[in-house]
């Protein structure tokens, strides 16, 4: 914030002029005095960051001015400074809206300076929340988040478009690793609730017995180890999205209570008695088809009708052949970006490997296999060789278990000592580490050398 336009008024043309004084002391304050009430409010279209207005004017009362203003622009910060020193005066203020309340007395300066002070912190923090959520709109656009010019992914856009002009619930459905949290960002950050939370609530990683907690959030005592107030992530997630990714893991008692929620508008905390409204758009996501899961009983029919809404399928990678290099490029962009190196060009023939496989991880895999490729590469280009695809039983990557830290070194390690023969001495120079850390990884069997 470069300069704080501040309007002042007070009848007291002496006492104006001496408070006006006091704050343009500060250069990045720009300060306009009024002596009536009714002057300050033909100037509002001047849009002012603060308003300090003398509670005592004869033209009209600081109550009725106060109301006026906030009329005009409800979140206007508002100092009311005033001889009044009864307590409920100031309580009332308050509570209509008021930012602060400032007796006249020796240290109206002081206190008026504080207070500013504070407000101006609190606009500046407010300010940079909102340039970060443009941002992130911008992050989450469709040109800067979703990558793919194919006639598959394309057929995606149009009902993407349609989820982002209305309020209608969203069902995603796809394989994992399609990207179906990009998409509800999307939809989230482009639609008419993208300055409010967007809550992501993977339900596959959270355990039955916490679930609810989780989802609803619990009273204080509900259960050992409550021992305060939690909030759940449909509160959390109030006025803006939540994305229920898995949705199609929750046990049959939870759908239950879900379905309760979605219908009614409100949620209950665990060991709470007192409806909670909420309001919030719903997201949902699954790589199973819920049509199968509802013939055999694992989902409740009435709960899959309230979240289907909008239902968009993503397609696997495998089905978007002239994505694969595109894809490809945009993620060693952003590992040169991220790791301050040099942007890799890809060969023809790393290219012609990289259409060829399957793809079963989709998206995420191509990025981890990406980021491998560009750490394992020397000089501009990325090569074939530079490229290993992992062996995964029954063609799953990964399925939701995450790889540890040391995994993902252990694996580095060996695909540089399967390219540099095996010469410890060469890739521990390489990757700048200790050789005796290679010699023990061997010897613990965490990697495996090859004659």
């Known amino acids: 914030m470069d300069v704080l336009k501040i309007f002042l008024v007070e009848d007291d043309p002496f006492y104006g002029q001496l408070i006006k004084h006091h704050l343009s002391l500060n250069p990045d304050y720009d300060v306009h005095l009024f002596e009536s009430g009714k002057e300050l409010i033909k100037s509002m279209y001047l849009q002012p960051d603060i308003v300090c207005i003398d509670f005592g004017l004869p033209d009209i009362k600081g109550d009725a001015l106060l109301k006026e203003i906030l009329k005009q622009n409800a979140s206007l910060p508002v ?54 959520k443009e941002e992130l709109g911008k992050k ?16 995606t856009f149009r009902l993407l478009q349609k989820a982002i002009d209305t309020s209608i619930n969203v069902s995603i459905t796809g394989e994992t690793g399609t990207g179906k949290e990009v998409y509800a960002k999307a939809i989230h950050y482009n639609g008419a609730r993208k300055k409010k939370p967007f809550v992501a609530v993977n339900m596959g990683a959270i355990p039955s017995d916490l679930a609810e907690s989780e989802l609803f959030g619990h009273e204080k005592g509900a259960f050992t180890g409550a021992t305060g107030l939690k909030k ?9 999205t939540l994305f229920l990714d898995e949705i199609g893991e929750l046990d049959l ?22 409806p909670i409204k909420i309001d919030i758009r719903l997201i949902s996501a699954t790589h199973k088809n819920l049509t199968e899961e509802v013939k055999k009983g694992n989902f409740r ?36 970006k991220n790791n301050k190196s040099k942007v890799l060009k890809i060969s023809n023939q790393a290219q012609t490997k990289l259409r060829k496989h399957p793809w079963p991880g989709n998206v995420r895999e191509l990025k981890a296999i990406i980021d491998l490729a560009c750490v ?45 023969d095996q010469n410890v001495l060469l890739v521990a120079d390489k990757l700048d580490i200790g050789k005796s850390k290679i010699y023990n990884l061997i010897k613990s069997g965490a990697i495996q050398t090859k004659p």
Request: charged residues 30%; hydrophobic residues 40%; negative net charge.
């Open 79 to 132: 100092i009311v400074i005033s001889g009044q020193e009864e307590i409920s005066i100031a309580v009332n203020l308050l509570k209509a809206g008021a930012r602060d309340y400032i007796i006249k007395d020796d240290n109206t300066k002081e206190n008026l300076w504080k207070s500013i002070l504070h407000i101006k912190e609190n606009l500046h923090l407010k300010r940079e929340v909102e340039t970060l």
């Open 140 to 155: 989450y656009s469709f040109e800067n988040s979703i990558i793919g010019t194919s006639d598959a992914i394309k057929s």
């Open 232 to 240: 759940g992530k449909f509160e959390e997630a109030h006025g803006g």
């Open 253 to 274: 008692n939870l759908q239950t209570k879900l379905l309760r929620v979605i219908q009614e508008r409100e949620i209950v905390r665990v060991g709470g008695n007192q």
């Open 301 to 336: 029919e009435d709960l899959f009708f309230r979240i289907v809404g909008l239902p968009i399928e993503l397609p696997p990678l495998r089905k978007r052949d002239s994505d694969v290099i595109l894809l490809a490029k945009f993620f060693i962009e952003e590992f040169a």
């Open 376 to 420: 394992m590469a020397d000089g501009n280009d990325l090569q074939a060789d530079d490229i290993s695809f992992y062996e995964i039983s029954d063609s799953r990557m990964y399925s939701e278990a995450e790889k540890t830290l040391k995994g993902y070194e252990c694996e580095i390690i060996s695909n540089f000592l399967q390219k540099y």
